[in-house]
Structures are given as structure tokens and as C-alpha cells.
């Protein structure tokens, strides 16, 4: 009997998680432009990057060396907060590296055996992620390329997740 309890409060968690994921993700605006439209907002780097999956080299990025931990960075295509400031720290990758994201922000894919990371708001690639490499606590490295994403000094308040949240879902 105590086991059908704990499992069945395990699913309301579960459904709840998933409700929660779904309002989240509901309540943000969903941008769609054609590749013409896209290309006249974008720089050439920017579409490149974000709309065509390439990567920018290693170390060119303007936020690799970044430090600022106030704030938070927004996708550069459509303007949704992605990660908090905060969660950035230095991987010595040659990219920007955050830990976690703000919840709803990131989709994820399978990309040939890695996991893309993508904007949820306007579909833009952003990186991939890596788990288990120990950086951080969170165990989570959301490698980022600079074009795609704008520091914003002001806080966003939301509650934030990591990839292994949103592929449990």
C-alpha cells in the first residue's frame, strides 16, 4: 500500500513538472520568419551560427573571457532570456560555457550523438551540451557560441534547469 502511495505521488510530481514545463514554455512568444526574413535581421555570422548550425571559432567569441555575474543573456535572434549570468564560468573551451538555463528557454536535439541546444522562442541553434565533465556541481556544460546570445545587465527572475530536466520530461 505505501508503495502505491509513493508511486502515485511520484506521477502527481511528474505530471505537475510537466504542466509547469508546458505554462512555461505556452506563456513565451514563439518567433517565426523565413530564411529571407532572417537573414535581414541577422549578420552574416549571426545566420550562419544560428539559423544554418556552424560554429564560430574557438576563442573569436566576445563573451569568452566575459565575467560580469549580475544580470542575464538573452538569444540574439529573438530577445528570450536564455541563462542567467550567473551560471557562465570558464571552461578554457574557447566558448562561453553556462551551467544552466532559465526554465523553458532551451530545446534540445540529437545532433549525430551530441546534444544541440536550441532557442525555444525562435528555433535558433545555439551549441551543444556536455554532462560529465565536472566543471561545475551541476555537472553540465551548455557550450554557447557568442553570436547567438546579448548580455543584459538587468535580473530575470525565473527559475532556471539544466538539459537533464527537460530530456527527463
Request: net charge positive.
Amino acid at each position: 500500500r505505501n508503495f502505491l502511495m509513493l508511486r502515485a505521488t511520484r506521477l502527481s510530481l511528474v505530471f505537475y513538472r510537466r504542466a509547469v514545463f508546458a505554462r512555461a514554455l505556452s506563456s513565451r512568444r514563439r518567433v517565426d520568419k523565413t530564411p529571407e526574413q532572417w537573414q535581414q535581421v541577422l549578420s552574416p555570422a549571426q545566420y550562419d551560427v544560428m539559423r544554418a548550425g556552424d560554429t564560430e571559432p574557438p576563442w573569436s567569441g566576445k563573451y569568452v573571457n566575459f565575467r560580469e555575474k549580475v544580470g542575464h543573456f538573452a538569444c540574439s535572434a529573438c530577445d528570450q532570456p536564455l541563462f542567467p549570468a550567473s551560471s557562465k564560468f570558464n571552461s578554457n573551451t574557447g566558448w562561453p560555457s553556462f551551467d544552466c538555463f532559465f526554465q523553458g528557454a532551451i530545446k534540445t536535439e540529437d545532433d549525430f550523438g551530441r546534444m544541440e541546444i536550441r532557442c525555444a522562442g525562435c528555433d535558433s541553434h545555439l551549441g551543444h551540451a556536455f554532462q560529465g565533465e565536472g566543471f561545475t556541481a551541476r555537472n553540465e556544460r551548455l557550450c554557447v557560441n557568442s553570436v547567438c546570445i546579448e548580455y543584459k545587465q538587468e535580473e530575470h527572475q525565473e527559475a532556471v534547469e539544466t538539459t537533464k530536466d527537460v530530456t527527463n520530461k
